[in-house]
């Protein structure tokens, strides 16, 4: 077992964020917003990343590195608990298990993100939704905190707006879903609040809001115990 270093904070310094399965950097982005130092992990190159990027097995990297950051969020890939990917029969890694056991041994605060159809693999997750940012998407994703770290549930406001099908383009007075191979890009960047990524990027991410709000309240409960004074 990877045993955690301790990690002193000189006040006013920003804390380390490992951004696992980064992809184009959607959480990222929020992360950095609130106030992270961000650094992503993917196997594939990432060459929209915004942040400073290692190329790698994020599992593996967490195992051998997480332990040198002070927060860590995971997005293990979604696709195998996908609506969309379940439609085309599509075969994909469950990497969910393996992440949260790679996470267990750092001794640091973590979140791992995914899909609805993920629910029965995580523990007591919180739910977040364009609704509460503001945002014309609805994107319910699922954050199973952990490490110490607690994330209360906020209110969900009612889906008052029609929502447009799948992949279509997206009818006035709607809310676009922004999934598969969707069109209206331009659109999807502005809603979302991503206009570096790609229709990829953003079928994949989370909007950096929802890390945002993740990383605010990561810095209010557990700043304290990472700041020492120099």
Same mark, same amino acid.
């Given at each position: 077992?990877?045993?955690?270093?301790?990690?002193?904070?000189?006040?006013?310094?920003?804390?380390?964020?490992?951004?696992?399965?980064?992809?184009?950097?959607?959480?990222?982005?929020?992360?950095?917003?609130?106030?992270?130092?961000?650094?992503?992990?993917?196997?594939?190159?990432?060459?929209?990343?915004?942040?400073?990027?290692?190329?790698?097995?994020?599992?593996?990297?967490?195992?051998?590195?997480?332990?040198?950051?002070?927060?860590?969020?995971?997005?293990?890939?979604?696709?195998?608990?996908?609506?969309?990917?379940?439609?085309?029969?599509?075969?994909?890694?469950?990497?969910?298990?393996?992440?949260?056991?790679?996470?267990?041994?750092?001794?640091?605060?973590?979140?791992?993100?995914?899909?609805? $159809?993920?629910?029965?693999? !995580?523990?007591? &997750?919180?739910?977040?939704?364009? %609704?509460?940012?503001?945002? +014309?998407?609805? =994107?319910?994703?699922?954050?199973?905190? $952990?490490?110490?770290?607690? !994330?209360?549930? &906020?209110?969900?406001?009612?889906? %008052?707006?029609?929502?447009? +099908?799948?992949? =279509?383009?997206?009818?006035?007075?709607?809310?676009?879903?922004?999934?598969?191979?969707?069109?209206?890009?331009?659109?999807?960047?502005?809603?979302?609040?991503?206009?570096?990524?790609?229709?990829?990027?953003?079928?994949?991410?989370?909007?950096?809001?929802?890390?945002?709000?993740?990383?605010?309240?990561?810095?209010?409960?557990?700043?304290?115990?990472?700041?020492?004074?120099?």
């Amino acid at each position: 077992m990877t045993q955690p270093t301790t990690i002193r904070r000189v006040r006013g310094h920003r804390p380390r964020l490992l951004d696992a399965f980064c992809r184009q950097g959607g959480a990222g982005k929020g992360y950095n917003d609130a106030g992270f130092d961000v650094t992503g992990i993917d196997i594939d190159p990432q060459p929209l990343y915004p942040y400073r990027f290692v190329q790698g097995d994020a599992v593996d990297f967490i195992r051998e590195h997480g332990a040198e950051f002070d927060f860590i969020h995971t997005s293990p890939p979604c696709q195998l608990d996908s609506d969309c990917q379940r439609l085309h029969s599509n075969t994909h890694p469950d990497l969910i298990e393996p992440t949260r056991a790679a996470l267990e041994t750092t001794g640091r605060p973590w979140v791992i993100e995914n899909v609805r $159809g993920a629910l029965p693999k !995580l523990r007591e &997750p919180v739910m977040l939704c364009g %609704t509460m940012f503001a945002l +014309k998407t609805y =994107r319910h994703r699922y954050f199973e905190p $952990g490490g110490g770290f607690t !994330l209360d549930q &906020p209110p969900h406001p009612a889906h %008052t707006v029609p929502q447009a +099908k799948m992949g =279509r383009p997206v009818p006035p007075g709607h809310y676009g879903q922004f999934v598969g191979n969707f069109s209206g890009v331009p659109l999807a960047r502005r809603v979302m609040g991503v206009p570096w990524m790609t229709r990829d990027g953003i079928r994949e991410c989370i909007p950096p809001a929802y890390a945002e709000h993740i990383g605010r309240t990561a810095l209010r409960s557990l700043a304290p115990a990472w700041e020492v004074a120099a």
